[in-house]
């Protein structure tokens, strides 16, 4: 199989790689096969961050993010309605690898810290970071442990510890999250945040990782640029025109403004990563 019909076996099903196969080639695999792996149990644990009792984050709110972080795994997020912004882009419902990862919301805790309240970014390496993590951080490396400032002034980027990471320094395994993340409209960039940040946990790279000459170790996602985005009236770009196909915009690992699904080479990889690193036998 060529890398173009690779990439579409993974995005688009087997069917329409049909159409792009050589005469008398054989038909790929059935594209929408889940990886034969029994469910992996993930137990999460959310350390929301305030200041003299305030934050207004709550257990409730935390719910939501997870149920949408289970969403994105399992089947993928909904397109956009048809004729709005990113609507024509890549592949519509039912096209998302579905990954065999659950995540069960274990336990959610509230920490008083004045400074990292109203922080913007994760700062594991310094003193008062490594005394924060200490203090909250459960589990071993197979638990995900989420960390969210909930301060007004908290709309930094979020961040994730690689697995190959965690193994070196566990202590700072975890997940920063923006807490725009917590907001309820399901259109919006930060929707799929906490599921892009759990796909770098399980060892995922960008899909513009190096950009056109580069590689995010997945045969199924396009390289491109990461500075790719369109603006709301332009189609999806091709950023990389020497490689096959479009800017994948839609994909979770992309900064595209509808992220909403894995690739099966995306999902092979996680799956690798965690059982390499961070399966319980493991730790």
Known sequence: MTNRQRWLAGVLGAALVTAFAAPGSAAPP???????????????????V???????????????????????????????????WGSDWGPRDGTSA???????????????????YNDTRYRPDDI????????????????????????????????????????????????????????????????????HEAGHWLGLNHTFEGGC????????????????????????PDSCPGVPGEDPLWNFMSYGFYARVFTHGQVERMIDQYQRYRAPARN
């Open 98 to 116: 579905p990954a065999p990862f659950r995540f069960v919301l274990e336990d959610v805790d509230w920490t008083e810290d004045a400074n990292w």
């Open 50 to 84: 305030t200041n003299a009792g305030e934050g207004h984050w709550q257990r409730a709110d935390v719910e939501r993010v997870v149920q949408r972080l289970n969403e994105g795994f399992a089947q993928g997020f909904r397109p956009p309605p048809p004729g709005t």
């Open 128 to 195: 008062e970071g490594r005394s924060l993590l200490a203090k909250v951080r459960k589990g071993g490396l197979n638990t995900l442990n989420v960390i969210s400032p909930t301060g007004p002034g908290t709309r930094g980027t979020s961040s994730a510890f690689a697995p190959e990471w965690a193994v070196q320094d566990p202590q700072k395994d975890m997940i920063w999250l923006n807490p725009a993340s917590f907001a309820e409209n399901p259109v919006n960039p930060t929707a799929a945040t906490i599921v």
């Open 30 to 48: 059935a594209a929408n096969a889940a990886p034969a792996v029994a469910e992996i149990v993930i137990p999460v644990y959310f350390h929301l």
């Open 213 to 236: 000459d580069g590689d995010d170790a997945v045969e199924d996602t396009p390289q491109h640029l990461q500075d790719s985005a369109p603006s709301f009236a332009d189609p999806a």
